[in-house]
């Protein structure tokens, strides 16, 4: 595994709309690797992008996609529950599968976002799939 110092990033600021929801647009950052040693289009989700997870992000081997639930941050919207937040994940999985083509190889969450990750993770036909 390399390690930041040996990993250049590509960065990118995306914004998601949240169909049916008015108001609501996910924000995050897009990084890629580089040189692309994550095996193609392999993409971990990070939620919560707080300081440190964008941190994490430069050690990982495979592109990365940090973004805030409704609320949070720099993403719009009302907080609301855990539920809303799976939600949220699954509306950024979509998008970063349809209509980017990634394969969402991994997820890291941490506290909130972990149990909103574990909702949908039980709750998603494609989180199935991805076994």
Not at 18 to 30: Q, S, Y
Not at 57 to 85: I, K
Request: proline letters at 4%.
């Amino acid at each position: 595994m390399k390690w930041s110092s040996d990993i250049l990033l590509s960065r990118s600021s995306f914004v998601i709309p949240r169909p049916g929801v008015a108001g609501v647009r996910l924000t995050g950052v897009l990084e890629h690797v580089i040189p692309d040693h994550s095996a193609g289009r392999r993409l971990a989700l990070i939620i919560h992008g707080a300081v440190g997870y964008n941190l994490l992000a430069r050690c990982l081997p495979l592109h990365s996609f940090c973004f805030d639930c409704r609320g949070n941050h720099e993403s719009s919207g009302q907080t609301s529950s855990v539920l809303t937040e799976a939600a949220d994940l699954q509306v950024v999985y979509d998008y970063m599968t349809m209509k980017l083509g990634y394969i969402i190889d991994l997820i890291v969450a941490h506290s909130r976002g972990a149990i909103s990750s574990f909702i949908w993770i039980c709750t998603s036909p494609d989180a199935e799939r991805n076994g």
